[in-house]
């Protein structure tokens, strides 16, 4: 009375041979990268060329391949741009953390350290002091 069905119902889970898949230490480095390319990208703003060049190196060793460096400039305040590089840091500095990333999480939370400074300064030129 009734044809059988010759095709799998939509509802049926797709065979994982048929897409990639990656490990969660593959996304974390994904994640990570992505937190430090845009901590890079308000580093450069702010004109901190040391700490951005360490940033840009733990950007390429997780990638493969060296950053692009930021070349605009926003309309954005220094400590708005000090407020954000915090927070970008501190999401790096979690992800660094979780996948047992020692030298990232270092740079991350030397990073907060140094733009929590600049922020609790009084209204001085923006230098931050962090080891090459």
Same mark, same amino acid.
Do not use: W
């Given at each position: ?66 950053? /692009?460096?930021? =070349?605009?400039?926003?309309? +954005?305040?220094? $400590? %708005?741009?000090?407020?954000? #590089? *915090?927070?970008? @840091? ?6 660094? /953390?979780?996948? =047992?990333?020692?030298?990232? +999480?270092?740079? $991350? %939370?030397?990073?907060?350290? #140094? *733009?929590?400074? @600049? ?8 230098v931050l002091v962090g080891?090459?």
């Amino acid at each position: 009375m009734y044809e059988p069905i010759r095709t799998k119902s939509v509802h049926t889970s797709a065979d994982s041979a048929d897409f990639p898949h990656r490990s969660r230490e593959d996304e974390l480095d994904i994640q990570l990268a992505g937190h430090l390319a845009a901590l890079l990208a308000v580093t450069d703003e702010l004109g901190l060329s040391a700490m951005g060049d360490r940033v840009a190196q733990q950007v390429a060793r997780l990638r493969g391949a060296p950053p /692009a460096r930021h =070349a605009g400039r926003s309309e +954005a305040s220094p $400590a %708005a741009l000090h407020r954000r #590089a *915090h927070a970008l @840091a501190g999401r790096a500095l979690v992800v660094a /953390a979780s996948r =047992a990333d020692t030298a990232a +999480a270092i740079l $991350a %939370a030397q990073a907060m350290d #140094a *733009h929590t400074a @600049a922020l609790s300064a009084p209204t001085a030129p923006t230098v931050l002091v962090g080891t090459p």
